[in-house]
């Protein structure tokens, strides 16, 4: 199994106190056949130096001035050569040593793998899980209720995954998980956890953008009718979690 390669692209700027969490949980995996990116935004706060303190060990490293994450993501992507990619930004990790040795072994070859993540705050304690569970079945219309898959822990056959759309500032990543979901023949479902997502990116400082956005990826692959419906039973589901647990998670 171990020629399946791979391809794990890191994007950063400015993160020098979380980077060396999300490196470290990829150079430490057991799988040997990884191919690991680095797209950083010319960074100026030190961030560059950890990197470099481990460059015999990542097989690209960019460090260049960007048009936004999206823009970045891209760039990795276009350098990617392995079969898989996956998007594991700063700060973020991989859940365990064994992660992706668990991918490709129990992800039987499918378009698209995926399984659950942990949330964890800064000081990477565990949180909890994440309110949406991974659904046991998912294609391209899984995510109308909401994105029930944390985008690190989703692996995309290379050849089904398109460039993101650049018009999306903080939620491009649902449109395209949704447009990869839609060329895919197979997913599966790992059973495990296979992600650790530090609580507070860049979609959550921005909350409210963030969800118009999601709304008008929403509308766009599910219709204008259904959306409204879909976003209704989304409404109910979140008030009825809040009152169960307090305060709502990702």
């Known amino acids: 199994m171990n020629n399946v390669k791979i391809s794990i692209i890191t994007i950063v700027y400015n993160n020098v106190r979380d980077i060396t969490y999300t490196i470290s949980s990829v150079l430490e995996q057991s799988y040997p056949n990884i191919e690991y990116i680095i797209v950083d935004g010319a960074s100026t706060d030190g961030t560059m130096e950890v990197i470099r303190s481990y460059a015999d060990r990542i097989s690209t490293i960019i460090s ?21 990619v996956l998007f594991l930004n700063s700060g973020d990790e991989l859940y365990d040593r064994d992660t992706i040795q668990c991918i490709v072994e129990k992800g039987k070859g499918a378009d698209i793998i995926y ?23 998912f294609d391209w219309k899984s995510f109308r209720y909401g994105m029930n898959i944390c985008h690190q822990a989703i692996y995309v056959k290379r050849d089904i995954a398109d460039p993101y759309d650049l018009q ?27 992600a650790r997502y530090l609580v507070g990116g860049m979609s959550q400082k921005r909350h409210r953008k963030s969800l118009k956005e999601r709304y008008a990826i929403f509308r ?19 008030i009825k979690h809040r009152l169960k647990h307090g305060k709502t998670r990702e």
């Open 64 to 84: 260049e001035k960007d048009e936004g994450i999206y823009d970045a993501m891209n760039k990795g992507l276009a350098l990617a050569t392995g079969d898989y």
């Open 115 to 137: 399984g659950e993540t942990k949330l964890v705050d800064e000081q990477r304690h565990i949180v909890a899980d994440r309110r949406h569970k991974a659904p046991e079945h």
């Open 168 to 194: 999306y500032k903080l939620s491009a990543d649902i449109d395209w998980v949704i447009r990869a979901a839609k060329k895919a023949k197979s997913t599966q479902n790992v059973q495990h956890y296979v």
């Open 220 to 238: 766009k692959h599910y219709g204008v009718f259904s959306n409204w419906i879909n976003h209704g039973i989304i409404a109910l589901r979140l």
